[in-house]
Nanobody, 115 residues
Framework: QVQLAESGGGLVQPGEGLRLSCAAS????????MGWYRQALGKQREWVAT????????NYQDSVKGRFTISRDNDRNTMYLQMNSLKPEDSGVYYC????????WGQGTQVTVSS
């Protein structure tokens, strides 16, 4: 059974932080590069960050470099996105998936950055 469940979103003020979590089924998580993606209102979904299957390598969209940190716990089949110094343009629904992404997407978690 394929499962992706994102959590941890919320409403925060600019400059604050959030930690997102992604609980994935073993089938989709193990031995897979994973990624975080986001979709702002009225825009297409975009890639945010990637982490290799063992967590050795990470990569980030330029706009989040130095502010976001992607990590994973392979024992728990869970991935995280620590987001600091959030900006209004970071608002959107955040999704996790393999990288490159599979056709299956979870419900996502809403992040709203507003004063």
């Amino acid at each position: 059974q394929v499962q992706l469940a994102e959590s941890g979103g919320g409403l925060v003020q600019p400059g604050e932080g959030l930690r997102l979590s992604c609980a994935a089924s073993r089938r989709i998580f193990r031995d897979s590069n994973m990624g975080w993606y986001r979709q702002a209102l009225g825009k297409q979904r975009e890639w945010v960050a990637t982490i290799s299957e063992r967590g050795t390598f990470t990569n980030y969209q330029d706009s989040v470099k130095g502010r976001f940190t992607i990590s994973r716990d392979n024992d728990r089949n869970t991935m995280y996105l620590q987001m600091n110094s959030l900006k209004p343009e970071d608002s959107g629904v955040y999704y996790c998936n393999q990288f490159p992404p599979s056709d299956y997407w979870g419900q996502g978690t809403q992040v709203t950055v507003s004063s």
